[in-house]
């Protein structure tokens, strides 16, 4: 949970909020983008960003996320966080 | 160098190695009179044994694993309110998936949710906001938990919860800070520290200026480092050069993430929603002043220590000892490695874990499960002598 993952921010979902979709190693995350915000929220579409517990915290450049992202997948964390998402997605529909 | 083929980059890699051999050599470092270098962060920990680091670099350097893994620094009395709380008729729990299996006193959060409990293991605090928009007649409870690379995350859930008007979503609030407990690690006289590599995702929150006091008050140099192979070894290079030259500065060797001063938004919204307690509890270390934070009085209504009554929040502190036997505090402040601890892969297993140094991969007890100790068995007291 300490490390942030790469993701591409692909499309702006509620600019109200400041949030986006994005894709992490072909997982679809909703992202908050109030950290990164430097201009017009449609400008970050198509940014490779680190994205920590659904916060994007920084972007980042193509270059950087791959050799990240090789990082993180040689230590298992990639997996993880990966796996971490499909249980926050599951968490949410699940009853008591 | 078995490994080094692994890397994404060897050839960096071996330049890198026969450098620092160098410079070690020059300093006069030898496995009798090692230089200490501490990794604060529990990530860099995991990466050091993942690619054979500390067996690949020069014998004359020895790593300190640091209290970078918020899950191992979690006391026992925390956990044990984590469930009284979850255990409440109504309540929804929500929490990193990390947290789960830190063992409390009667039992950890995975046993409370096979006993019945609602705990649902989410990725982000968003998650928890989500559950309790879609669950107005819960309390939806976020264990917010970790360093400064996670505290912006539960501040800005908190104040969008503000901005919503949710009346049924609170953070029970367990943020602490990288720099409090270096301080008490560097004033301990039995601690030999002459490096430190700083962490990378903290910093790129926090900046470098937080690690300002421990090369201008300590005269030791700090590196903040990336998570590659090849950023670590280069970091450990520049701590051994500033050494070398009689130097102590805070360097930035991951500049390509971590801006000088940091992330201006995170820092906003931690300054607005949070404050220092005065003091705050941390397993092996003890109390540490001004080490963890709290919810200011102006969130009062999404702080679950206030609305449950629990935690610091309680009329009486919890006093909750550690389990016997356990040598969690003594690897804590590095006074003796994993190996030394007499319950180590006997009793105290990552199936079983005993303390939570073994929970987390971010732990040292268990990297060493996994990836096996380094070349000296037990330097056990060496750091204390
Ligand atoms: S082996 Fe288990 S009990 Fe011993 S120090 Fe490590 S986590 Fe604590």
């Known amino acids: 949970m300490c490390l942030g993952i790469p993701g591409q921010i692909i499309e702006i979902t509620d600019p109200d909020r400041l949030m986006a979709m994005a894709d992490v190693s072909g997982v679809r995350r909703e992202v908050s983008v109030a950290c990164i915000l430097d201009g017009p929220i449609d400008g970050l579409i198509g940014k490779w960003t680190l994205i920590h517990v659904g916060f994007a915290m920084s972007v980042i450049d193509e270059a950087e996320a791959a050799a990240t992202l090789e990082a993180l997948h040689g230590l298992g964390e990639a997996q993880e966080t990966l796996e971490q998402m499909r249980e926050g997605a599951k968490a949410l529909e699940a009853g008591a | ?385």
């Open chain 2, 1 to 385: 160098m078995r490994y080094v083929e692994e890397f994404r980059d060897p050839k960096a890699a071996k330049v890198l190695l026969a450098e620092i051999a160098k410079v070690a050599d020059e300093i006069g470092a030898t496995p009798e009179k090692p230089v200490h270098i501490m990794e604060i962060c529990g990530g860099h920990t995991h990466a050091i044994f993942r690619y054979g680091l500390d067996r690949l670099t020069h014998p004359g350097i020895e790593f300190i694993h640091g209290p970078g893994c918020p899950v191992c620094v979690l006391p026992m009395a925390r956990v044990d309110e984590c469930v009284e709380i979850a255990e409440q008729d109504n309540v929804i729990f929500t929490t990193f998936g990390d947290a789960m299996r830190v063992p409390g006193t009667k039992k950890s959060l995975l046993q409370a949710k096979a006993d019945g409990a609602d705990i649902r293991m989410v990725y982000s605090p968003l998650d928890a906001l989500e559950l309790a928009r879609r669950h107005p007649e819960k309390e939806v409870v976020f264990f917010g938990l970790g360093f400064e690379t996670t505290t912006p995350s539960t501040a800005l859930s908190i104040q969008q919860a503000a901005r919503e008007g949710l009346t049924n979503f609170s953070v029970f609030c367990n943020h602490i800070a990288v720099p409090p407990p270096i301080r008490v690690l560097l004033s301990d006289p039995h601690m030999v520290l002459d490096g430190f590599i700083g962490p990378g995702h903290v910093s790129m929150v926090i900046g470098i200026h937080p690690y300002d006091f421990i090369a201008e008050e300590f005269g030791k140099p700090i590196v903040v480092a990336g998570f590659e192979p090849v950023d670590l070894l280069q970091s450990v290079l520049m701590v051994l050069t500033q050494i070398r030259d009689g130097r102590a500065e805070v360097e930035n060797q991951y500049a390509r993430v971590v801006p000088e001063h940091g992330n201006p938004v995170s820092l906003a919204a931690i300054a607005d929603v949070y404050e220092p307690r005065p003091s705050f509890a941390w397993r092996g270390l003890g109390e540490i002043d001004a080490s963890g934070l709290c919810i200011r009085p102006k969130y009062a209504a999404y702080d679950a220590e206030a609305k449950f009554g629990i935690g610091y929040g309680a009329k009486r502190a919890r006093d909750v000892a550690e389990p016997e036997g356990t040598g969690c505090a003594l690897v804590m402040t590095g006074r003796i490695k994993p190996t030394g601890c007499a319950l180590f892969g006997t009793t105290c297993t990552p199936e079983n874990p005993l303390g939570a140094l073994m929970v987390s991969s971010e732990g040292v007890c268990a990297a060493y499960y996994q990836y096996g100790g380094r070349r000296t068995p037990d330097p056990a007291t060496e750091a204390a002598e």
